[in-house]
């Protein structure tokens, strides 16, 4: 089945305690991307990758890192965690890089930073 | 600077009416526009898109919306609504020239009452 995949789903941390949110698909996509959603703000995209080792800025980058070592991995890193990156994070996936495919939206993770 | 607008936190409507969920949108060059669904709990679900060609595109679930280059519109719409399409509906889009940064409205939450 065609999908893409994120751990934890749930995830409740402190303050500046390290954490990774791990992404994986299985359709061979170039196109990878992670978004935050919060109410009444909708989704905004954190960071994006058009292939292996190829990462942008999204509009909300601060506070967080990503790397694109594998084609079907894309990691969230947040080395120092605050709670104003408490939110619900989506990883996503799409094919080819010219923009005009859908993108392919994982669970979602829940991340609370106490 | 691209942007969405879903001028509308709420639509509410009966089963069986039509609905519309509007979306505007602003960007320098030609755009992509998606829309995209979420159900309580859920990622993201893609619903159609345009990409080039006829303005008006059929998508999942007996939804369509309509290109309109002059009012910069793309609004969602639905002959007779159902129950099981109460969701959240968020409108994106991306300019042409710009492979990596998708823009998403801040979401528009559907109300079907039987």
């Known amino acids: 089945e065609a999908q893409v995949t994120q751990n934890p789903r749930y995830l409740i941390t402190v303050t500046g305690k390290k954490l990774t949110v791990t992404c994986s698909q299985n359709m061979n996509h170039e196109y990878m991307s992670w978004y935050r959603q919060d109410p009444g703000l909708g989704l905004r995209q954190i960071y994006y990758?058009?292939?292996?080792?190829?990462?942008d800025k999204g509009d909300v980058p601060e506070g967080y890192k990503v790397s694109r070592k594998e084609k079907r991995n894309f990691p969230l890193i947040l080395e120092s965690p605050s709670p104003n990156q408490t939110s619900l994070y989506f990883c996503?996936?799409?094919?080819?890089?010219?923009?005009?495919?859908?993108?392919?939206f994982g669970p979602g993770t829940r991340l609370t930073v106490t | 600077a691209q942007s969405v607008a879903q001028p509308e936190d709420q639509v509410n409507v009966a089963e069986g009416n039509p609905l519309t969920v509007k979306c505007t949108y602003s960007v320098s060059g030609n755009p992509y526009l998606f829309w995209y669904v979420q159900y309580p709990n859920r990622g993201l679900q893609f619903l159609l898109k345009?990409?080039?060609?006829?303005?008006l595109v059929k998508g999942s679930y007996g939804f369509e919306a309509e290109f309109n280059k002059s009012q910069t519109s793309f609004h969602l719409k639905k002959p007779s609504a159902l129950v099981s399409d109460s969701a959240l509906y968020f409108c994106?889009?991306?300019?042409?020239?710009?492979?990596?940064?998708?823009?998403f409205g801040k979401g528009t939450k559907l109300s079907v009452k039987p």
């Open positions: 996503a996936s799409s094919s080819g890089t010219s923009g005009r495919s859908e993108q392919y």
């Open positions: 994106a889009v991306r300019d042409r020239g710009s492979q990596g940064n998708l823009i």
């Open positions: 990758s058009m292939n292996v080792e190829v990462t």
């Open positions: 345009y990409i080039t060609g006829d303005n």
